[in-house]
């Protein structure tokens, strides 16, 4: 089946470096997502890409997704506390009306 | 209103127990999901409803069992659970018709099996 690989696992980072989390799918997706999850909260979407060689920007968050349509960024610009979380990607298959499949997450802490 | 709510926060429950976790939306969203998350891990898939009817049933065990009474409302009955069930449970919905895949996630109950 369909895997989301995402790495690193975790990161620890002074305030103000930047950040960057990567996916991988073993398959073409039809979309991607991108999800934070505050410690002890539930997962709130950030953004969905759609297209080939797509990038999106949220202010200091910088999203891309590979021309294969199999691979998928997220950057984060000069890290700030309230960044910290959990930072989850999640693909749809093309093949109709599956389910996501989420990455294993990256966790970041930001030391002050 | 693009909020899930869901109820009890917290529960615990013993292991002959019969408890139900709830969850509700008023966004119209016709497609509603259940996820399982332990700690440290992503939410793992447990079932989908499409337009109140079960589409997604991620071989979960049959002491799980959900109902769609409406097109707002999610539950989960619960009995005869073990320790390892303890998690957080998270409701999630989503609108089906449309370019958005976005899933809007409630807070979710932890539940803990003594």
């Known amino acids: 089946g369909q895997q989301v690989m995402q790495i690193p696992q975790y990161q620890h980072v002074q305030e103000g470096e930047d950040f960057t989390t990567y996916c991988n799918s073993s398959t073409t997706l039809s979309n991607i997502q991108w999800y934070k999850q505050r410690p002890g909260g539930h997962p709130v979407f950030l953004i969905q890409l759609v297209k080939s060689g797509e990038v999106k920007k949220q202010k200091r968050l910088t999203f891309q997704f590979g021309e294969a349509k199999k691979n998928s960024s997220l950057h984060i610009t000069a890290t700030q506390t309230t960044d910290v979380g959990t930072y989850f990607c999640?693909?749809?298959?093309?093949?109709?009306?599956?389910?996501?499949?989420f990455g294993k997450g990256t966790r970041l802490s930001v030391i002050a | 209103d693009t909020e899930v709510t869901q109820t009890p926060k917290h529960l615990v429950m013993g292991m002959t127990n019969k408890k139900s976790l709830k969850c509700e939306q008023h966004?119209?969203?016709?497609?509603m999901y259940w996820y399982k998350q332990k700690a440290k891990k992503p939410p793992e898939l447990m079932f989908v409803y499409s337009y109140e009817k079960l589409s997604i049933n991620e071989s979960v065990p049959s002491r799980f069992s959900p109902e769609c009474p409406n097109s707002s409302l999610l539950n989960l009955h619960l009995h005869a659970l073990q320790p390892e069930d303890s998690a957080l449970y998270l409701c999630?919905?989503?609108?089906?018709?449309?370019?958005?895949?976005?899933?809007?996630f409630g807070p979710g109950t932890r539940l803990t099996v003594t």
């Open positions: 999630a919905s989503r609108e089906i018709a449309g370019s958005s895949y976005e899933q809007y």
């Open positions: 999640a693909g749809n298959n093309p093949a109709g009306n599956t389910p996501l499949v």
């Open positions: 966004m119209g969203h016709r497609a």
